[in-house]
């Protein structure tokens, strides 16, 4: 049973989630998502915002405005710390100092098995094409 | 002085859906009074992997992150899972994180 058959099977039981926010430079997003997604994430949403930590820094008189992406994963609690580790790991953005990441627990959750259905619908019909592809070759 | 633990009067709901979504949960929020919510529009990539093939793996999310008074809560989210379609026909992500604290003035705002 794969990652999303057992998320989908797990349908009646209660399942404790957490949510991973990792804020890191603009352009970035995609290196977290992927390391997230690597480490067995379904998805994320990326938000955009602006960092005021070094509001006073300026570069040759003109002040910078450090454009930030804010990356919000919704986790199982026991995948948490995996996909945590592979996103300080891979981005290696937090060594830097250039990206933070936490976790907050959420208590409760909608919609996340309609989305692993949903999902799980269109794997089903990716293979299906796929496989017609091949046939049609 | 002294600190007096209490349990938080609110709590945060955060929806996410595609885009446009948010309108329809703002007016239901308005309408019931629940003010302090905010929207956030952003990008959804829950469907990569497959709608990378195709070359649209990600899509335009509304994000509203709005305080609702505890008491309340399973009646909002019930009707705010309606509003969204969660858990019928439509992509969607409801889920509820719960307060640590609160600061005062906002509390007497949200009263």
């Known amino acids: ?137 | 002085m002294k600190i007096t633990k209490i349990k938080a009067p609110f709590t945060m709901l955060i929806a996410i859906g595609d885009r446009g979504s948010a309108n329809n949960v703002e007016q239901y929020l308005n309408e019931n009074k629940y003010f302090g919510g905010i929207v956030f529009m952003g990008k959804g990539t829950a469907e990569s992997d497959i709608a990378d093939i195709f070359g649209f793996g990600i899509s335009d999310r509304d994000i509203i992150a709005c305080l609702i008074p505890v008491e309340n809560k399973e009646k909002i989210i019930k009707d705010i899972n309606k509003i969204t379609g969660v858990e019928t026909d439509r992509y969607g992500l409801n889920f509820v994180i719960d307060l640590q604290s609160a600061s005062s003035n906002l509390l007497e705002i949200l009263k």
């Open chain 1, 1 to 137: 049973m794969n990652k999303l058959e057992s998320l989908v099977s797990n349908k009646n039981e209660k399942v404790d989630y957490d949510l991973i926010v990792a804020v890191i430079g603009r352009g970035f997003a995609d290196y977290v998502v992927s390391s997230a997604r690597d480490a067995g994430a379904t998805g994320a949403t990326v938000l955009y915002g602006r960092g005021i930590a070094d509001a006073d820094k300026q570069v040759m008189g003109i002040s910078l405005q450090p454009e930030k992406e804010i990356v919000l994963i919704l986790v199982k609690k026991e995948e948490r710390r995996k996909i945590m580790q592979e996103i300080a790991d891979k981005t290696s953005l937090m060594e830097e100092g250039r990206a933070i990441c936490f976790s907050l627990p959420v208590s409760e959750v909608y919609g996340i098995k309609r989305v692993a259905e949903q999902k799980k619908e269109q794997i089903r019909k990716a293979k299906e094409l796929q496989k017609k592809k091949r046939l049609d070759k």
